[in-house]
Each structure stands twice: as C-alpha cells, then as structure tokens.
C-alpha cells in the first residue's frame, strides 16, 4: 500500500477510536446523569415528606393550641355558653377536623353542659331540627347524646390533670375527645370547675380530613410526579395523591415515610394514655418508583441510542469514505498500470519497424532476398501494432461509461466470417488449417457488430499466437435454445483450469508467456460478451488445446 493510502488508513482508525472513545465519554455521562437525577428525587422525596409530616402535625393539634387553650377559666365563669359560639365558629372554619365543641360548668345538680355542633356537618346525634338561620354554629342545651363523654371527661379532673385525650362511641360512630380542665383552687384541695373540650369524628377524618391534607401540600410543592399518601395503624392507605405506588416501590424502600400519632391534641401537654402518642400512623412520599426514575431510565436509554446511533453512522461513513478512497487509489494504480503495459507493448514493434525500415532506406541489406524479410517483419509488426491500438481503443471505449453500444440484429456467421478473412494472411503464411462451421439459417444476435467482431478477433488472434504449433483453428457457431453459441477452438497447450478464471482479467497473463501480450485481449473479450448479457468460457484438456466458448442471447428475426 502506499504513504498516502496508510496515512489515510491510519487517519480513519484514529478517528474511529476517537468517535468510540467520545461514545464511551456519552455513555459515562448518561449513567451518572441518571443516577444524579434520581439522588436528587430522592432528596426531594426526603423534603417533602418533612413537609408533609410537619404539616400534618400542626394542623391536628391546631384545634387544641389555638382554640382549646385560649379559652380562659375566667370566661367560662364569667361569658354566657352562647359568647363563646363565635370562638368556636372560628375554630370550625379553620380545622375541618373538629365536629363539635362541649362546655360544662360546675353548679347544681350534674352542673350545665351545652355542645356547639358544626352547622354545615351536624353529628349524627344531633337529630333535632334546626332553625335555618345562617349561623355557622348550632347550639344545644345538655345533649343526652354527650351525658356519658362529658361525664368521662369530669372523671378525669378527679386525677387532677388539665387535660385528656380519650376515644368514645357515640351511638356506633367513633370519636376521638380533647377536653381542658379547669378547677377551682389548687393541690389536693382543687375542685373541678369546668371542662371544654371537642369531639373529632374519626371516619369522617378517615375519609375526608386527610386527602384534603395531601391535596394542599401537593399544591404547595407543585410536583405532580410525587405521590403522597397516608397510612393508618392497620397499614391501609386512607388517603392517596399523585400516580399510585408500586407495590414493589413501597416494599423495596424507594419511599420516604414519618411516622406520626393519630392525636388532635398538642403532644407535649399530654399527660393521657400512651397509645395515644404512640406514632402508629404514617405519611409516606414515593419518588424514584415510578415517573422520575422512569423518566431518568427512558430518558438515559434514549441519549445512549441516539449516541451509540451517531457512533455507528459516523464509522460507517468513515468506512464508506476509505473504501472511496481506496478504489480510487486503486483505478490510479490501474490507469497507470495500463498506460505502461501498452506503452511498453508498443516499443517493440515499433523498434523492430524502425530498425526494418532504417535498413532498407540505407541499402544496409546483404542479399536481394533480405529485402523480402524486412518487409515481411514490417508487415507483421504493424499487424501486431494495429491490433494493439484496437485493442485499447476498444478498452478505452468500454470503460468510458458514457459511450454506449450501438446494437442492431446480426447475424453471428457473418461476423465470424469477417473476422476470419481479417487474418487470412497471417492464417495462410503460418499454415493454419481453418475449418467454419455455421448453421444454415442466420444466429440472429442483438449485438454490436463492430464489438462482436473485437471478440472474434481477439479469440482468432490468441489461437494464431498461443497454438502456433496446433496449426489448426476451429470456429463454430451454433443456434443453442435461447442462446447462440460460439466456439473458437485449437490445438495448442490449453489452459489450466486453475488459470481459466484469471485469465479474463485485465493484464493477467500467465506466466511463462514469452509472447508479447498486453493482457487485455480476454478482458475485452469478457467485458463485451458479458455487456451483450452473455458469458465466456474456456474449456479442453491441457496439452491438447482450449475451446473458448461464449454464448450470447438469441434475437428473433
Ligand atoms: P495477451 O494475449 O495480451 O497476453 P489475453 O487476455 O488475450 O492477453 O490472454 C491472457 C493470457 O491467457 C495469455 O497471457 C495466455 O497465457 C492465455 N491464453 C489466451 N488465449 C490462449 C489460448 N488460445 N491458448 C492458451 N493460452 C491462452
């Protein structure tokens, strides 16, 4: 190979492993894209059920904080029941949770107790029938449906606490009781006083309570691809935002949880059962499952396709662009091959003519009889030039791909013939015996005739160099099926069949031909018989002689 080929060779290979090295670079990147958008959902996933937990806690003991502990010993005893609606009306619009507030004081008797029920969500135990006025609060006077929580609550100021947290079961529906004490004087004298508390319908916060939750903070954070949920002590979801977990997201650990206690009540004041503050609930944050890791995988596989596309297209052009340019390397080396086998084939003659002809016009010659030979070596070296010039006229002529051949029907016999007057002389002086075989109607050919003739003159030509010694050429043409077939045979030292193949190639010539030869002569014939849609062949035995056979298309008449 030459300089300039391996340079370019060189120059792919290095660019290729470039354009590899820059697919490897890509993929790296890809990977570790992934892997950060999904560490960066995951500490999202850790934010936002911080939020969420932190949320929750401040809205369940809301109702407590700011409501509950506002309420001063001092207004129980000296506010009527009925000042205090406007203050738990407040608490109703600001904590959906609450159902119902209850104040029962001290006095005679079992004391008074009056309950301030929600207007738009009266409990189920209130069944008695409202006057429709607008007021958010409805108030009721020593509801029998509260006798046994308010009595429990008042228990409770006998331990002496100021607060309680405890469940009941209103008439089937479950509540969850938040009640402040209050007492008259202190220590182991202190008596109960009073005690206002309220009531959370715990299937009703089931059910409603906390999706509302969930849907606020997902309003807050803005992030449709995160799903929030609530999970109760059972381990069923009550509440449930965003898409839906896997059930192998939850199990495998791809979520974020806080665990919390269902409690409506400020913790730290807490002085109640233990149960209570025990966190048995949960809010539960699920990130990489589903949409963002989803999102990172698809979109990673995508980038690593589309790079590893580019890869392979760039390496195929740089393929496609050195096999360019080898052919076209290899068409010079062809060019230039070409050009100094027929120059050099053409010097031969052509110094045998001038050293012939540079004799006789100096009267150089040593007998009469001399003259006769001088002339006869011009004569056939001239022969000899001549067929070479057609030769690579006709070379050059079906190479160049925009000459065409002009084809009209003929007839095969008539070519042949031609052909074989062509070289009569040649024939007739090395004491060739001919012998034509033709069929009696025409071989009729779709061919032209010009080119038809280059392949019997070539075939004609070889026979008369090669089996000078057979002196016998045999030319048959026979109408075969579809096909015309012809055969120039003779009887000179054949072909091996090893060779029959290379033989048609351009400049291949066996080796040990001390003849001169350019190494066209088969190529040509190939190229034309092949451009007529036919083929070639050589067959016969080595040391006997070859028979060229080549079959063309039959055209009708
Ligand atoms: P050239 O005759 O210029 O060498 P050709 O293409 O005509 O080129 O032939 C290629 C080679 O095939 C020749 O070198 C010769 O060795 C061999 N060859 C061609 N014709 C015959 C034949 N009739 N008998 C034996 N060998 C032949």
Known sequence: MRVGA?????????????????????????????????????????????????????????????????????????????????????????????????VWTAGPGDGSTYAFNRADRRPAWDRDTVADVPYPVVIRQHPEALRSTVLLARAQGRLGVRFTLFEVSIEGVRYQVIAHLLYDGVGETATLKSAVGFLVNLEWVERYYFSDVLTQVQQIIDDPSLSLQVVNNTGAVVASVGPPLAQEATSAGATHVRHFPLAFAEQTLSDGPQRFRDPTWMTRVGVGNETTRLAATRGGTRTVLLLGLGTLVTIVGLGVTVR?????????????????????????????????SDTLAHGRYASPEAIGEYGQMIMKESQHLARLIDNVLCYARITDTTSEYDLEVVDVSEVAQESL?????????????????????????????????????????????????????????????????????????????????????????RKGTRLRGAGLGLAIVRRIVEDHRGTVDVIGQVGQGSTFVVRVPRASA
């Open 421 to 509: 007057d062509r070289f009569a002389p040649q024939l007739r002086e090395l004491g060739f015996e001919v012998q034509l075989q033709v069929p009696a109607e025409p071989a009729l050919v779709r061919a032209d005739a010009l080119m038809l003739g280059q392949v019997f003159d070539n075939l004609v030509d070889n026979a008369l160099k090669y089996a000078k010694d057979g002196r016998w050429v045999g030319v048959t043409v026979a109408s075969d099926g579809d096909t015309v077939r012809i055969e120039v045979a003779d009887r000179g030292p054949g072909v091996p069949p090893d060779e029959r193949g290379p033989i048609f190639e351009k400049f291949y010539r």
């Open 324 to 356: 360019a340019a080898r052919r076209s390397a290899e068409l010079a080396e062809v060019q230039s091959e070409f050009v100094s086998a027929v120059s050099h084939e053409m010097k031969t003659p052509l110094s045998l003519i001038k050293l012939a």
């Open 6 to 102: 391996r340079g370019a060779l060189l120059f792919a290979a290095g660019l290729a492993a470039a354009t590899g090295l820059t697919f490897w670079l890509g993929l790296r990147a890809t990977r570790e894209w992934q892997g950060s958008t999904v560490e960066a959902a995951e500490r999202r996933g850790n934010e936002v059920v911080t939020l969420l937990a932190a949320a929750l806690e401040r809205d369940m003991k809301g109702g407590h904080v700011s409501v509950l502990l506002k309420v001063q010993e001092r207004e129980l005893a000296q506010v009527a029941p009925y000042e205090l609606a406007d203050r738990f009306a407040r608490g109703f619009a600001r904590f959906p949770y609450l159902d119902s507030f209850f």
